[in-house]
């Protein structure tokens, strides 16, 4: 009797993941994705009648939105175009880190077990050397896949909540400081002054991912080394 609660269990866990999954999808392909940067100064002026609460709103609704699917750059560049490069970066890659972590636990509670169970050969790949530690998280950020996705794998890995978010949020620098800085600069009328952002902005998505393959590529020596 018990086992057989805890098969429906799993059961249920796992239509609940897919219908969320299939839910949020669906919402993010009809928002109107297009228009959120053209909101721009609707949504500053909606924040400002926050007060100081302003980059906490954002940041929660951030997280929010990121969770269910929303492109992550597109609320970077949006961070940018509200509260400058400084705090928009703070929140948009607070909010876009936390919010990748809330479908990373629902997956986590909802389907691994179903999937240790009747896919044992995919829990076992994650358990490899190759696929563990915030390495692993890192390598999964650069891949071409819908972040929603991308939580949800990792949540059905092996990984630990500490590698995922250290991995997460390595991962999101380059792209997520570039998206930032490019929003900070489309405020600017000058076009000189949009221009050194965008030169400033390309710079650093540079820096960023050569020293990120930097590290990777120091730590894989030194792995073979003592292997």
């Known amino acids: 009797m018990v086992n057989s609660n805890n098969t429906l269990s799993r059961k249920i866990a796992v239509v609940t993941l897919f219908l969320a999954v299939a839910g949020c999808s669906l919402l993010i392909y009809s928002m109107p994705l297009k228009d959120v940067l053209n909101q721009s100064h609707q949504i500053k002026s909606w924040l400002a009648e926050t007060g100081y609460a302003a980059p906490a709103v954002f940041t929660l609704a951030t997280a929010l939105l990121t969770a269910i699917g929303m492109p992550r750059l597109l609320l970077c560049s949006l961070a940018g175009m509200v509260f400058g490069f400084n705090w928009g970066f703070v929140c948009s890659h607070l909010g876009t880190v936390l919010g990748a972590y809330l479908p990373f636990i629902f997956a986590r509670w909802s389907g691994r077990e179903f999937v240790q169970q009747k896919f044992p050969k995919i829990i076992a790949l994650s358990a490899s050397t190759q696929a563990r530690g915030w390495r692993y998280v890192l390598f999964m950020r650069q891949l071409p896949i819908s972040g929603l996705y991308n939580d949800i794998l990792l949540g059905l890995s092996t990984v630990s909540h500490c590698d995922f978010w250290i991995g997460t949020a390595l991962g999101f620098l380059p792209l997520g400081v570039t998206a930032t800085l490019i929003g900070a600069g489309a405020i600017h009328a000058d076009i000189t002054h949009l221009a050194q952002y965008l030169g400033i902005a390309a710079c650093a998505f540079f820096f960023l991912t ?11 020596r030194k792995n073979a080394s003592i292997g």
């Open 210 to 220: 050569l020293s990120l393959k930097w590290i990777l590529a120091q730590m894989q």
